[in-house]
């Protein structure tokens, strides 16, 4: 009996998630997490979040450094020429990371960084109520009728809402005036304020101001509906556009591939352990109508490759870079 009491703790002690003294890499200086964005947007929320995790993980403070501009990459290029030792890390969308390349704002492809994802975030279509569109359907006909009076604010080229919006105008032909915002949270209260009739930033960002009923979402860039806690269901925007592609809009954190061995192996237990399981992460998550979907290394890079493979074809077929994508061994989707 005591040799079998003695194997079920051990078992529940291997089952149990490491804790900081046992990972090999232990920082002994705070970690510093530059979010390329202001405050308040989706990738500042999500990682304030994570911060908390990573902190009662690894055993040290995490600080949250906001560096916005140039679409994110002035911010993610502090974080690739600071030391490459894991104390500095890179926050935001990956379909961000995986395009400053294509667009001349950092030459260093997303496979150039080890990629720990957790959220798996979606566009929406929000109008402001004043703006008297009652359903997607009614927008798609005034971009197409009078497109410079549709104003739609976003976080800037690269962003997810802007990668959205591109992909109903050469969907439909139908066109826009877009007004670019230094992030997520500005870009949404545009819309909120009537300063723009439109936003088409992420559901994790909107959420809030839904179930206030300050915008009124007209469809979800995914293939179903989404549902949001304290709103209802979302239609999909394949029920005005049935060939639209929409890929998952991923986000996390990275570093420069080549720190420290510890670093890599400490970072990828505690994303076993910690982050796949973190009960604060998916309650986040289901508030804002994302997905927990943690992932690290190779399986993280193939995550990202859909989305991040659409967003740069987007970008060259709308001008928005001469670069031609297939440049850096992106095949058009």
Do not use: C
């Amino acid at each position: 009996m005591k040799l079998v009491l003695s194997m079920l703790a051990a078992l529940a002690l291997f089952a149990m998630p490491a804790k900081a003294e046992e990972y090999s890499w232990k920082p002994d200086k705070p970690i510093t997490i530059i979010v390329p964005w202001s405050a308040g947007g989706s990738t500042d929320s999500v990682t304030r979040v994570l911060a908390g995790e990573l902190e009662e993980a690894l055993g040290q403070t995490v600080v949250i450094v906001n560096q916005s501009g140039a679409a994110g990459s002035v911010g993610t290029t502090n974080a690739w020429q600071a030391k490459h030792d894991g104390l500095t890390w890179a926050a935001g969308a990956a379909i961000d990371l995986g395009a400053y390349q294509v667009l001349g704002m950092l030459d260093v492809p997303a496979t150039d960084w080890r990629l720990y994802l957790h959220i798996a975030n979606v566009a929406v279509v929000g109008a402001n109520p004043d703006a008297g569109y009652n359903d997607f359907g009614d927008l798609l006909a005034a971009m197409k009728e009078s497109p410079d009076q549709v104003t739609v604010a976003t976080a800037g080229v690269t962003s997810g809402g802007h990668n959205a919006m591109e992909s109903i105008s050469q969907a439909t032909g139908a066109k826009y005036r877009h007004v670019s915002y230094d992030g997520g949270k500005p870009a949404v209260l545009a819309a909120v304020s009537g300063e723009t009739k439109i936003t088409t930033q992420l559901a994790s960002e909107q959420a809030e101001m839904i179930r206030a009923g300050r915008l009124k979402p007209l469809a979800v860039l995914a293939d179903t509906p989404l549902v949001i806690e304290g709103y209802g269901e979302i239609p999909s925007i394949k029920k005005w556009i049935p060939d639209i592609k929409t890929a998952n809009n991923y986000f996390g954190i990275w570093a420069p591939s080549d720190v420290p061995p510890k670093v890599i192996e400490t970072m990828d237990a505690v994303w076993k352990n910690v982050i796949a399981n973190s009960k604060a992460l998916s309650d986040y998550a289901a508030e804002r109508g994302a997905i927990l979907d943690a992932s690290y290394g190779d399986e993280a890079q193939a995550a990202i490759l859909p989305a991040l493979t659409q967003n740069v074809w987007l970008l060259y077929d709308g001008g928005k870079t001469k670069t031609d994508p297939a440049k850096y061994g992106f095949k058009r989707p």
